[in-house]
């Protein structure tokens, strides 16, 4: 499953209605996120274990609605395996994980996930290369992507401003109608990063999303992050302390599949503990 989420879209607007589990599961990701306690996410005592080897180990993490939390930590800590149970790519052995008050994730699948509002970033940014810029956000943008729907599709004026909107936002707007091959990898990523936003998530996770760009890329990147914060709740998964202290806010520090700290950048770079598995090396 790549990051545009498009696919997901269409199978779930295809699903028959008397598939096993739909009606069973549609109330759950159709239904209005509850974020009445102002919790978007909420992972508890999460464990999973790939032959004998535990990847997470009793994980517990709260995200606010609105948040943007940096998520560090060496390599094997469990932060891909956390971010393919909160997508359902996996399936924790054992725990809950909640996407606001009722929303199961262990529930659903992937496909489920996505339409409710999660959206996935991968480090390698998967756009249409072939296709301009306007054209990769139109394919992203969350409609009804049924057969017919798709035949008869125009764009309506307000469709064309949400397209419009989100080129200013991801600075792209000058590019419109280049190619996606042709820009570099920076704008790829923020083409990505618009793309995702074209279906409305509630929650974005995004994995190493700076890496390979220039300073001057990075900082805009955090600029960017910053101003979606409030009305999405980010997850980043990075390893560049420049940019994580550009974003602010709190940082939790994994350590074999379990929270080893947690604070602001200040704190966790003074923590003994994280010194000695993470920073130090």
């Known amino acids: 499953m790549n990051a545009l989420n498009t696919t997901a879209e269409a199978l779930l607007d295809d699903r028959p209605s008397g598939s096993d589990g739909a009606d069973q599961m549609g109330h759950l990701v159709t239904g209005e996120l509850d974020l009445s306690h102002g919790v978007a996410l909420y992972l508890d005592d999460i464990t999973v274990s790939f032959d004998g080897f535990r990847a997470l180990n009793k994980l517990n993490l709260t995200i606010d609605a609105g948040e943007l939390r940096c998520i560090i930590g060496p390599n094997g800590a469990g932060k891909t395996t956390m971010m393919d149970v909160i997508t359902g790519k996996t399936r924790p052995d054992s725990g809950s994980a909640f996407f606001g ?4 994730l262990t529930r659903l699948t992937e496909p489920e996930i996505a339409h409710a509002g999660i959206g996935r970033k991968f480090q390698k940014p998967t756009i249409f290369e072939n296709h301009s810029v306007f054209e990769n956000l139109e394919l992203a943008m969350k409609t009804d992507k049924r057969v017919w729907k798709s035949l008869l599709a125009w764009l309506a ?18 590019e419109a109608d280049r190619p996606a091959g042709l820009l570099s990898h920076g704008q790829k990523q923020w083409l990505e990063i618009g793309m995702l936003l074209m279906q409305e998530p509630k929650l974005l996770l995004l994995d190493e999303p700076v890496a390979g760009m220039t300073d001057d890329e990075t900082m805009r990147t955090a600029e960017l992050f910053v101003s979606l914060a409030g009305k999405h709740s980010l997850v980043v998964v990075e390893h560049d302390m420049a940019f994580i202290e550009k974003l602010g806010g ?31 090396r």
């Open 101 to 104: 008050q009722t929303m199961d």
């Open 157 to 174: 004026a307000d469709e064309r401003d949400r397209i419009a909107e989100t080129l200013r936002l991801i600075r792209l707007d000058k």
């Open 250 to 280: 709190k940082v939790t520090v994994l350590h074999e599949g379990s929270v080893l700290a947690e604070g602001n950048l200040a704190t966790v770079q003074n923590d003994p503990r994280v010194i000695e598995v993470y920073l130090g």
